[in-house]
T-cell receptor, first 110, second 115 residues
């Protein structure tokens, strides 16, 4: 599976959009980009995933660059409850496990 | 149930003692995964099951770790003769699919402390 690179930490003001970047320059054509988050010490929670088109759901939007070497997770209106570690994971859809990296600690500030 | 349940929440063992952790997957999910989180952000995949069958055990330290998923029972992860480095949070996840086509739903974890 391709490796991912994320900034270790980011801050965001409450109510503003949080944009979390992820580099995955060695991604291959059949690999998806997945985002999970871990709030405090709870179990990870699925957010969104995509292949090459931008995706949006009720939690977030995922923007994948045309060359697929990087992506951005967007939380449109961050709240204090969005404070968490966000993991960008790249994997073949046939993969049988999630391979977590070190993630980004997002802190939403009041 | 509609959530993955894990018991106990906390477990303390002396080095060399046995530890057994339990996981009840979401009803209707056939696939169960175990992950170990040693340091705050570092996850390690241990093992996965399709129903009661082991599907992928490439992450298991086989000499001391074992796991089962038996019909009509919670899945279990057992560590014989625990070591200090086994101290971690152990997460169980379940899914309707084995592959990454479907999201994995995680339980709240069991924090194992080996003294």
């Amino acid at each position: 599976d391709a490796k991912t690179t994320q900034p270790p930490s980011m801050d965001c003001a409450e109510g503003r959009a949080a944009n979390l970047p992820c580099n995955h320059s060695t991604i291959s054509g059949n690999e998806y980009v997945y985002w999970y988050r871990q709030i405090h010490s709870q179990g990870p929670q699925y957010i969104i995933h995509g292949l090459k088109n931008n995706e949006t759901n009720e939690m977030a939007s995922l923007i994948i660059t045309e060359d697929r070497k990087s992506s951005t997770l967007i939380l449109p209106h961050a709240t204090l409850r969005d404070t968490a570690v966000y993991y960008c994971i790249v994997g073949n859809v046939a993969a049988r496990q999630l391979t977590f990296g070190s993630g980004t600690q997002l802190t939403v500030l009041p | 149930g509609e959530e993955v349940a894990q018991t106990p929440k906390h477990l303390v063992r002396g080095e060399g003692q046995k530890a057994k952790l339990y996981c009840a997957p979401i009803k209707g999910h056939s696939y169960v995964f175990w992950y170990q989180q040693v340091l705050k952000n570092e996850f390690k995949f241990l093992i996965s099951f399709q129903n009661e069958n082991v599907f992928d055990e490439t992450g298991m330290p086989k000499e001391r770790f074992s796991a089962k998923c038996l019909p009509n029972s919670p899945c279990s992860l057992e560590i014989q003769a625990t070591k200090l480095e086994d101290s971690a949070v152990y997460f169980c996840a379940s899914s309707q699919t084995m592959t990454l086509r479907g999201e994995q739903f995680f339980g709240p974890g069991t924090r194992l402390t080996v003294l």
